[in-house]
């Protein structure tokens, strides 16, 4: 019963418990999270095709996420966040090169291309109001 009441007590007050400093968390956290789920991908293409180099994909595709989980639970925001960036960055950068060697299609990294620079635009805007540049 303890439950039920926790549950409507929630949803009848509002969402007060959100401030500016969990979402910012929470957002950390979700770009974390995709960030390695499209890490992951890269062991998929291993897997499915013969790649010459492959143990350095899965290098990459390992500090990848590494360093999304760093961006995360490191203190300074600021830091973290421009982490998760150059993470995201470096997972372009890979695709690219996937692409260039016939590797990926031209439509998978276009979309690539288009999430990657509004995950980025976002990305950048936090980290500039965290610095309090803007």
Not at 7 to 19: A, K, P, Q, R
Not at 41 to 49: C, D, E, F, I, R
Request: proline letters at 1%; aromatic letters at 18%.
């Amino acid at each position: 019963m303890y439950f039920f009441h926790s549950f409507v007590y929630l949803f009848t007050n509002g969402i007060w418990w959100i401030t500016p400093a969990y979402a910012l968390v929470c957002y950390a956290i979700y770009l974390a999270v995709i960030l390695s789920f499209m890490a992951g991908t890269h062991w998929g293409l291993v897997l499915s095709k013969e790649l010459t180099g492959a143990w350095k994909t899965l290098l990459w595709s390992n500090l990848i996420a590494v360093v999304a989980w760093i961006g995360v639970v490191i203190p300074f925001k600021v830091i973290g966040l421009t982490l998760v960036l150059a993470g995201f960055m470096l997972q372009l950068w890979l695709d690219y090169s996937f692409r260039r060697d016939g590797v990926i299609s031209n439509e998978y990294f276009r979309l690539r291309l288009v999430m990657t620079s509004c995950v980025a635009a976002t990305l950048v805007l936090v980290i500039l109001r965290l610095a309090e540049v803007i």
